[in-house]
């Protein structure tokens, strides 16, 4: 059996603490969540690279690379008992970082198999504070539940509105925004009602779907 114990200091040391993850906390829940057991069979050899890698599952969804992952948690201001929303998540891995920092958090994918993954992977680690939920990614979850976080897993063109109404008074919503070429990591902050917005870092994603900007007719 392969001992990623390495691998996992190395990328802490040599991806995050060199790109200004400063909380002792997140640099800390990454030395000791494996990521390797949420990443495809296929893909586990590179599971600590500095890219996008396979996710478990059927739905084809990409973990997010460490330094931009641990960036938008960081950005995220997370704290104990935040309520937290993790769309596209894969298996979980956003989610049990999250969780491993005290966060409640609500898992949001769109695949069934992907839920029963999900729910495997963090049943593994016997992962706490974790709920995992079926539904359209762009739209939230079915419960009137607001939250402090919100964590988008991957590229949005446009972000629906009804995630922003989903964010309590001072909540965050952190996703990489943008097209192909020139995305960015973006956090948005809801504050007297209003949503101011702020650049974080260039950041490369898979494009999620449900977040596709559509075409304008041109005539």
């Given amino acids: 059996m392969v001992d990623f114990s390495p691998a996992r200091r190395a990328m802490v040391d040599g991806q995050l603490r060199t790109a200004d993850v400063t909380r002792t906390d997140i640099l800390d829940i990454f030395s000791v969540i494996p990521r390797e057991i949420f990443v495809d069979a296929a893909e586990q050899s590179v599971a600590y690279a500095d890219r996008a890698v396979l996710s478990v599952g059927e739905a084809g969804r ?40 005290g966060g409640q958090v609500t898992l949001l994918e769109d695949s069934s198999t992907q839920c029963s993954a999900a729910k495997e992977v963090l049943g593994r680690l016997e992962t706490k504070g974790v709920i995992v939920q079926q539904g359209e990614l762009a739209l939230g979850v079915t419960s009137k ?75």
């Fill in 62 to 101: 990409k973990i997010l690379p460490p330094m931009v992952l641990a960036r938008m948690i960081q950005a995220t201001d997370i704290k104990a008992g935040d309520q937290i929303l993790d769309i596209g998540a894969g298996a979980g891995y956003s989610t049990a970082l999250m969780a491993g920092l």
């Fill in 145 to 219: 539940t607001s939250f402090d976080i919100i964590l988008i897993n991957g590229r949005c063109e446009h972000i629906p509105q009804t995630l922003f109404h989903r964010l309590r008074e001072g909540g965050r919503l952190v996703c990489i925004f943008g097209g192909p070429v020139g995305s960015e990591v973006r956090v948005f902050t809801l504050s007297d009602g209003a949503i101011g917005e702020k650049s974080l870092m260039s950041a490369s994603g898979p494009l999620l779907s449900g977040f596709i900007q559509a075409s304008a007719f041109v005539f």
